[in-house]
T-cell receptor
Framework: DTAVSQTPKYLVTQMGNDKSIKCEQN?????MYWYKQDSKKFLKIMFS???????INETVPNRFSPKSPDKAHLNLHINSLELGDSAVYFC?????????????FGAGTRLSVL | QKEVEQNSGPLSVPEGAIASLNCTYS??????FFWYRQYSGKSPELIMF????GDKEDGRFTAQLNKASQYVSLLIRDSQPSDSATYLC???????????FGTGTSLTVIP
């Protein structure tokens, strides 16, 4: 039973298209994150939501829009895809208020923009 | 200056040896420190966390923290080929705050 699940696992699309990535966690966590990992393995946070409220919004083009319908879900919508958006996108979750903030990652979505 | 710096490697050690992975961080306010392991094509998984100065041991893994020097390390004793992966160091200022990850060190354990 997967704790943090993302769909799709692979996404190949053309420049200019709009696409969404979905994330769900069944750990009962209240904080969820989106990270982007580039080809050099650098893992950079994009957004963080706590109980459906945006708490971290890094310098990310406004073509990226996260949506959290409830605390178990955090989706990422990307408009007008560009070549530079090609990367692996990881969703993660953690339990706020815990003594140590351990993040659990989904399997990742490998996005290729052609 | 990056928040978290790691030597990208690759680091190669023979099977059974000790692998030593190092990480420095720039924010003196960082409170929690994490080591994640990432196999090729997979997601990061937590190996250890540490928040007090000194050593913390868990099986073959030992994390070392020196806040004065802003330095965190991970030692892997009796390295196995299955330890071959990229190891990511991460810091956090306080629970609920942003994580900062290093670019990772690629480790290869040679049988």
């Amino acid at each position: 039973d997967t704790a943090v699940s993302q769909t799709p696992k692979y996404l190949v699309t053309q420049m200019g298209n709009d696409k969404s990535i979905k994330c769900e966690q069944n750990l009962g966590h209240d904080t969820m994150y989106w990270y982007k990992q580039d080809s050099k393995k650098f893992l950079k946070i994009m957004f963080s939501y706590n109980n459906k409220e945006l708490i971290i919004n890094e310098t990310v083009p406004n073509r990226f829009s996260p949506k959290s319908p409830d605390k178990a879900h955090l989706n990422l919508h990307i408009n007008s895809l560009e070549l530079g958006d090609s990367a692996v996108y990881f969703c993660a979750s953690s339990l706020a208020g815990a003594a140590v903030d351990i993040q659990y990652f989904g399997a990742g979505t490998r996005l290729s923009v052609l | 200056q990056k928040e978290v710096e790691q030597n990208s490697g690759p680091l190669s050690v023979p099977e059974g040896a000790i692998a030593s992975l190092n990480c420095t961080y720039s924010d003196r306010g960082s409170q929690s420190f994490f080591w994640y392991r990432q196999y090729s094509g997979k997601s990061p998984e937590l190996i250890m966390f540490i928040y007090s100065n000194g050593d913390k041991e868990d099986g073959r893994f030992t994390a070392q923290l020196n806040k004065a020097s802003q330095y965190v390390s991970l030692l892997i004793r009796d390295s196995q080929p299955s330890d071959s992966a990229t190891y990511l160091c991460a810091t956090q200022k306080d629970t609920g705050n942003q994580f900062y990850f290093g670019t990772g060190t690629s480790l290869t354990v040679i049988p």
